[in-house]
Antibody, heavy 118, light 110 residues
Framework: QLQLQESGPGLVKPSETLSLTCTVS??????????WGWIRQPPGKGLEWIGS???????YYNPSLKSRVTISVDTSKNQFSLKLSSVTAADTAVYYC??????????WGQGTLVTVSS | QSALTQPASVSGSPGQSITISCTGT?????????VSWYQQHPGKAPKLMIY???NRPSGVSNRFSGSKSGNTASLTISGLQAEDEADYYC??????????FGTGTKVTVL
C-alpha cells in the first residue's frame, strides 16, 4: 500500500516560487509501473492537473501552467518535487501529490494548503 | 485545455439511481477509453471510483458503474445511499498527452 506525504511551506509571497516535496513510502519511486504527479484544488473549486513525471525523468505538464512548472524526481530519497514560479493569489490551493498508473490516479496524498499572500 | 463539462449538481432520493455526465471532445473523452471518475468528500482527498471508462477498482461498490458514448462519459450510482453524498469529478487523457478534469458535480441525497 503506497503512501504519499506532501511537505513544504504553507505560505508563499506573490512573485516567489512555490516548492513542495512528496515523500513516497510503501513502494519505489523507480518502479516502472507508476507515474507521479501533482493536482491542485483552489478553495471551494474543482481539481486541476498540474503535471506528471516518470521515474526516467519524462515530464508532462498542463499547458496553462507549463511555463511556470517544474516537476522532478529524486530516486535516492524516494521523493518527487513541484516548483511553481511567479505565483499569484490565483495559485492558492490545496496541492495533492499523486501516484498514477499511467493516466489513472490510484493513490493520493492527504493534500497541503498553500496560500499565496504577502 | 478546457475542463470537461459536468452538471453542477445532481440529486436523488435513497434507493434511486442517478447519472452524472461528463462531456468533452474527440481529443479527449471521445478519442480514448481513458476516462476515470473520482469521489471527494468534504475535506478529504479524492478517491478513484471508476477507471478506463467502466472498470471498478477493488473495494468499490458495484452500485457505481461507468459508460461512454461518443464524447460523453457517464457515471451511474444505483441504490443511492447517504454515504454517496459527495463531489464527483471525471478525468480524461487527452491527445496532448495530458490529463483534464471535469468541472465537478455535487451529489445530494435527499
Amino acid at each position: 500500500q503506497l503512501q504519499l506525504q506532501e511537505s513544504g511551506p504553507g505560505l508563499v509571497k506573490p512573485s516567489e516560487t512555490l516548492s513542495l516535496t512528496c515523500t513516497v513510502s510503501g513502494g519505489s519511486i523507480s518502479s516502472s509501473s507508476y507515474y507521479w504527479g501533482w493536482i491542485r484544488q483552489p478553495p471551494g473549486k474543482g481539481l486541476e492537473w498540474i503535471g506528471s513525471i516518470y521515474y526516467s525523468g519524462s515530464t508532462y505538464y498542463n499547458p496553462s501552467l507549463k511555463s511556470r512548472v517544474t516537476i522532478s524526481v529524486d530516486t535516492s530519497k524516494n521523493q518527487f518535487s513541484l516548483k511553481l514560479s511567479s505565483v499569484t493569489a490565483a495559485d492558492t490551493a490545496v496541492y495533492y501529490c499523486v501516484c498514477l498508473r499511467v493516466v489513472v490516479i490510484t493513490w493520493w496524498g492527504q493534500g497541503t494548503l498553500v496560500t499565496v499572500s504577502s | 485545455q478546457s475542463a470537461l463539462t459536468q452538471p453542477a449538481s445532481v440529486s436523488g432520493s435513497p434507493g434511486q439511481s442517478i447519472t452524472i455526465s461528463c462531456t468533452g471532445t474527440s481529443s479527449d473523452v471521445g478519442g480514448y477509453n481513458y476516462v476515470s471518475w473520482y469521489q471527494q468528500h468534504p475535506g478529504k482527498a479524492p478517491k478513484l471510483m471508476i477507471y478506463d471508462v467502466s472498470n471498478r477498482p477493488s473495494g468499490v461498490s458495484n452500485r457505481f458503474s461507468g459508460s461512454k458514448s461518443g464524447n460523453t462519459a457517464s457515471l451511474t450510482i444505483s441504490g443511492l445511499q447517504a454515504e454517496d453524498e459527495a463531489d464527483y469529478y471525471c478525468s480524461s487523457y487527452t491527445s496532448s498527452s495530458t490529463l483534464v478534469f471535469g468541472t465537478g458535480t455535487k451529489v445530494t441525497v435527499l
